[in-house]
Structure formats: structure tokens, C-alpha cells
């Protein structure tokens, strides 16, 4: 016997998912357009994909931080921040909302993030789930156009009908990303459970933050420079 899902429990405000901020409504109603849900989802995907440049190193594991509404005044984020803006503004929008995580191994990363982390698997890779015509979706808005571009990616269309994830290979045939291994799903951000796993996964990021040695790190043009050389070392 399946267990009862109650659709409600992803259409209220959370703590983080704090769909009923003012500046959260702002935001799905500017960027929300559309006749159907389908239509509005998929606006708001794209709004959260390349509205928010993805930065993976100035991640401050504060609660305030992981508020949509705090996130929305960013012009960054990594995958769960992006995540919980889509979440938000999706309910605020009238779409029942959830998050999802998942652990993978990343093949399109750079030599500073992998020395910092000391590992290609990156666990609770965050994704939205959106309630569209009966089925949740998968979405992930994490990479915006600009740094698929630097990274030799296509960036991800989502058509509201089918799960939205990210690819299995780049455009020359390389491994991308693999999922490793699906967390369940969330009507709020765990930050409890994530900050435990990262602290335990990832201590010399901590240390640099602790440290301010990422002050300067510039993901971005990191992949530009190493996809340069590697396109070069390919005779491309």
C-alpha cells in the first residue's frame, strides 16, 4: 500500500521555502507569465536557471542563507539555493512544490573545486520537483546558460512534461554527471541533515571558507580556461 502524499503539504510556506515572502511573490508573478501551470513553470525554470549565476564556492552554511527570500537578493548560488528559489516561487505561483537531492559524480568540474573538495562525488545535489498534470517532475535550474557554455554544455530545456536533469554527457560525448544516489524528497530544506553530510564530506572547503581563501575563486572563468585547454589538447 502506497502512502497517502498530501499535496498541501508543498503549496504552504516553509522556513526556507518562504513562498509567501513578498519579494518571492514579486518575482513569480514578473517571472510566472503564462495561461497554464505548465506554462508558468516553465518560465519560472528558466527565470531561476539564468537569473542566478551557479557558484559553488561562496556557500555560507548559515540558515538565513538558505531562505529563497535571502536568495533572491543574491546574484549566485549553487544547486540547493537555486532549488529552494524554484521551489518558492513555483508555490508562490500556484504549483505545489517540493525538493529533492541526490548525491553524483561530476565530471564537468575544475582542478580548484575538486582539490578543495577532494572528490568528484558532490553529495545532496539539489533538484525541484514540480506537480504538473498529475506526475511530479524533476527540474534542475543549477547551470545557467553563460557557464554551460564556458563548460561545452547544453543547458537544460524543461517542456513541463518530462523530467528535466542534468545530462548524462557533454556535447563532444565526455561524461557529464551520474546519479549516484536519490535522498527522497523534502516540502523544506533539511539543513541540518546537509550541513552534517558536507562537514563530514568536505572539511577543507569549511577550513578555506573559515580561512577566506575563496574570496577571489571565479568558477566561471575557471571552466572557460580549462575547457580552452582542453579543446586545445584535443586539436579542436
Not at 502506497?2 to 503549496?11: A, E, G, V
Not at 498534470?133 to 530545456?157: H, M, Q, S, Y
Request: net charge negative; aromatic share 12%; glycine share 6%.
Amino acid at each position: 500500500m502506497k502512502n497517502h502524499i498530501n499535496i498541501d503539504d508543498y503549496t504552504k510556506p516553509g522556513f526556507y521555502v518562504d513562498s509567501t515572502a513578498p519579494n518571492v511573490l514579486e518575482f513569480a508573478r514578473i517571472h510566472g507569465q503564462g495561461n497554464t501551470l505548465r506554462e508558468k513553470a516553465i518560465n519560472l525554470f528558466c527565470a531561476v536557471r539564468d537569473g542566478f549565476r551557479y557558484d559553488p564556492y561562496h556557500i555560507i552554511f548559515e540558515q538565513e542563507e538558505f531562505k529563497a527570500s535571502v536568495r533572491l537578493t543574491r546574484d549566485s548560488g549553487f544547486c540547493i539555493h537555486k532549488a529552494i528559489i524554484l521551489t518558492a516561487v513555483a508555490r508562490a505561483a500556484g504549483i505545489p512544490a517540493r525538493l529533492a537531492f541526490a548525491d553524483v559524480r561530476n565530471h564537468l568540474n575544475t582542478k580548484r573545486l575538486r582539490d578543495l573538495v577532494q572528490t568528484d562525488v558532490f553529495h545532496y545535489h539539489g533538484i525541484t520537483e514540480l506537480f504538473l498534470d498529475g506526475r511530479w517532475l524533476k527540474v534542475t535550474p543549477a547551470f545557467n546558460i553563460e557557464l554551460c557554455e564556458k563548460f561545452g554544455v547544453r543547458p537544460l530545456d524543461f517542456d513541463g512534461t518530462a523530467d528535466c536533469i542534468l545530462h548524462q554527457y557533454d556535447m563532444r560525448g565526455n561524461r557529464h554527471m551520474e546519479y549516484l544516489k536519490f535522498h527522497g524528497s523534502y516540502a523544506d530544506f533539511p539543513y541540518e541533515l546537509v550541513h552534517r553530510d558536507f562537514v563530514r564530506s568536505y572539511p577543507a572547503m569549511f577550513a578555506a571558507e573559515e580561512a577566506g581563501a575563496k574570496d577571489d575563486f571565479d568558477f566561471a572563468q575557471e571552466a572557460e580556461e580549462e575547457n580552452k585547454q582542453r579543446l586545445a589538447n584535443e586539436g579542436i
